[in-house]
């Protein structure tokens, strides 16, 4: 052990001394050579990184060969230099080739920046999502219809890439579905993953339009096994949904003159066709309640004198209250419809009973 020690310390502390040193420093593409490596080495982490790193070590390694080549005139020095110029190179060509690999579609990259990005999502969440509708995008003619009312099942999940689509119901226009919008996220919803349905709504391309789609299956399989990206489609699906819900309500506003709740029940009969098929009777019944109506008591007593300028006149009958026109058609089919009308009934100033006498 200690002819060991001995022997390493020599080596360290009584190594061979240079005999004589050269006057010339080495030539220009050695110092070239060794600032590359400097340079290669003060590279960063991930994959850019890993670029600048390889790429300067390259270069400083070809410099190597050719200060070997052309000064040094050392063959292991050329060997070697060699060897790591070429682990170099063939490092950049994998990572060339991963970043090719991971590379999407414009459609899709649009996408991620537009919708995804803003979420923080992360980009390889994000290829979970498209591998699952397989980084396909489809299209829609002018007046093609993606789903029929009544016939297609929902069996899939769709989102808009470009384009305009016309959502109606019975051949009554509700809304629009715009670009980066889910094209049946209500279908969706209202489904559980064992369940069958059919659309109840029609939707029709205005224009030519592009879109992506997901298999019912694939996705609720990755829904199941990625708790991130179910939280993120539930997020997407809900205010999804209330943007269709609120061009709902401002479709309403414009019909009826009114602002309505969202939230009132029936509001979706409104927009149907049997609020259109009863206009005449609607208009009929407003009619007859523009007309004043006299108390029951009042007309049914027989008509008297007038009376003296020295007594005082009777009260005014009490006039019905005027519902609006349109309004009038809303509240009927609304099960506040009769909670408004008993208060309605309650509030109405009592009739008299009987007529002053003569």
């Known amino acids: 052990m200690s002819a060991n020690s001995s022997t390493m310390s020599q080596l360290i502390w009584q190594g061979p001394v240079c005999v004589g040193w050269k006057r010339d420093l080495e030539g220009a593409v050695y110092h070239l050579a060794n600032c590359f490596l400097l340079l290669g080495f003060m590279g960063g982490s991930g994959v850019y990184g890993c670029f600048y790193l390889f790429g300067f070590l390259g270069t400083g390694y070809v410099c190597c060969v050719m200060w ?93 890439l470009s384009g305009r689509v016309r959502v109606s119901q019975d051949g009554q226009f509700l809304h629009y579905i715009f670009p980066y919008q889910f094209m049946d996220s209500p279908e969706w919803e209202s489904l559980q993953p064992s369940e069958e349905g059919v659309f109840q709504v029609t939707l029709t391309a205005e224009t030519p339009c592009s879109y992506i789609s997901w298999p019912r299956k694939s996705l609720h399989l990755l829904l199941t096994k990625e708790r991130y990206i179910s939280q993120l489609f539930s997020a997407l699906l809900g205010y999804d949904i209330s943007e269709k819900l609120y061009a709902l309500n401002d479709k309403l506003f414009a019909k009826f003159g009114l602002r309505f709740d969202i939230r009132l029940p029936s509001l979706y009969h409104v927009l149907g066709p049997s609020a259109s098929d009863t206009g005449p009777e609607s208009e009929k019944d407003d009619e007859e309640a523009r007309e004043p109506t006299l108390p029951t008591s009042a007309q049914q007593t027989p008509p008297c004198s007038p009376l003296p300028t020295a007594t005082s006149p009777p009260a005014p009958p009490s006039w019905a209250r005027l519902s609006r026109p349109d309004s009038g058609i809303l509240a009927s089919r609304t099960p506040l419809h009769s909670y408004s009308q008993a208060m309605s009934r309650e509030q109405a100033p009592l009739a008299p009973t009987h007529t002053p006498e003569l």
């Open 68 to 160: 070997g080549w052309l000064d040094a005139c050392g063959l292991d020095l050329i060997l070697w230099s060699f060897l790591l110029a070429t682990a170099c190179l063939l490092q950049l060509a994998y990572l060339i080739h991963r970043l090719r690999r991971r590379a999407l579609p414009e459609e899709f990259d649009v996408l991620y920046k537009t919708l995804y990005l803003p979420l923080q999502v992360p980009l390889q969440v994000y290829k979970e999502i498209v591998h699952c509708c397989e980084e396909q995008v489809l299209t829609l003619a002018t007046e093609q219809t993606y789903a029929v009312e009544g016939e297609t099942p929902i069996n899939r999940l769709s989102l808009l």
